[in-house]
């Protein structure tokens, strides 16, 4: 079914997942950076093995599986906000 077509309930249920190899791939990164400073956007991004390819507004994040829309690099932004060690940065 092509991704243009999809109901907008559908665009906002709609899951692909992620490239077999980037799990373990952000794995072996994060195990050399220190202090866990590594940002896992397929963590970020994903819910387990379940990543949506639609934003909240219906709005397409990626075309590929890998580079970001417009769209989909203001919805990494907003969860990077949340994220702990950003947080902290921010916050001082």
């Given amino acids: 079914q092509k991704l243009s077509s999809l109901t907008f309930g559908q665009r906002l249920?709609?899951?692909?997942?992620?490239?077999?190899?980037i799990?373990?791939?952000n794995k072996s990164l994060?195990?050399?950076?220190?202090?866990g400073?590594?940002?896992d956007l397929g963590a970020i991004i994903c819910e387990g093995n379940e990543c949506p390819l639609f934003d909240k507004?219906?709005?397409?994040?990626s075309y590929d599986g890998s580079h970001l829309t417009p769209a989909g690099a203001?919805?990494?932004a907003d969860k990077l906000s949340f994220h702990?060690?950003?947080?902290s940065l921010l916050d001082e």
């Fill in 13 to 21: 249920s709609y899951r692909s997942s992620p490239h077999a190899f």
């Fill in 23 to 25: 799990p373990e791939f």
């Fill in 30 to 35: 994060s195990s050399k950076v220190k202090n």
């Fill in 37 to 39: 400073h590594f940002f």
């Fill in 57 to 61: 507004s219906g709005r397409l994040m």
């Fill in 74 to 76: 203001k919805y990494v």
């Fill in 84 to 87: 702990p060690f950003l947080k």
